[in-house]
């Protein structure tokens, strides 16, 4: 399993970023696909996830309405599309795909950063 991240970049509060999640050597549809972030001095926080298998996405409370995660099924890419991004919200995002059927559950809580399979991180700065 293989994520490569991209789209990280300096945004002013109230912005917008795409995030992308490139994945090869898998099947997609075993897998919920998601991201995690982590700012500078604290735990590991999930974001989102989508599962192509059946279609569901979730969202954390603190992103929903605001984020919105995709697939491109011919791509084997998941993208994050983030709007009115907030100063705290400046972070490593990581891509992470977990294998199983309602894996999406392990995208909220405590994050385990040993569980699933992790991208090398892209980094999000929202200035204020």
């Known amino acids: 399993v293989q994520l490569v991240e991209s789209g990280g970049a300096l945004v002013q509060a109230g912005g917008s970023l795409r995030l992308s999640c490139a994945g090869s050597?898998?099947?997609?549809?075993?897998?919920?696909i998601g991201w995690v972030r982590q700012a500078p001095g604290k735990e590991r926080e999930g974001v989102s996830c989508?599962?192509?298998?059946?279609?569901?996405?979730s969202y954390e409370a603190p992103v929903q309405g605001r984020f919105s995660i995709s697939i491109n099924n011919a791509k084997n890419t998941v993208y994050l599309q983030m709007d009115n991004l907030k100063p705290e919200e400046t972070a490593v995002y990581y891509c992470?795909?977990?294998?199983?059927?309602?894996?999406?559950?392990?995208?909220?809580?405590?994050?385990?950063?040993?569980?699933?399979?992790w991208g090398q991180g892209t980094q999000v700065t929202v200035a204020s």
């Open positions: 050597g898998f099947h997609f549809d075993d897998y919920g």
């Open positions: 989508i599962s192509r298998s059946d279609g569901m996405t």
């Open positions: 992470r795909a977990i294998k199983g059927i309602d894996s999406c559950k392990f995208f909220s809580g405590t994050i385990d950063p040993d569980f699933g399979a």
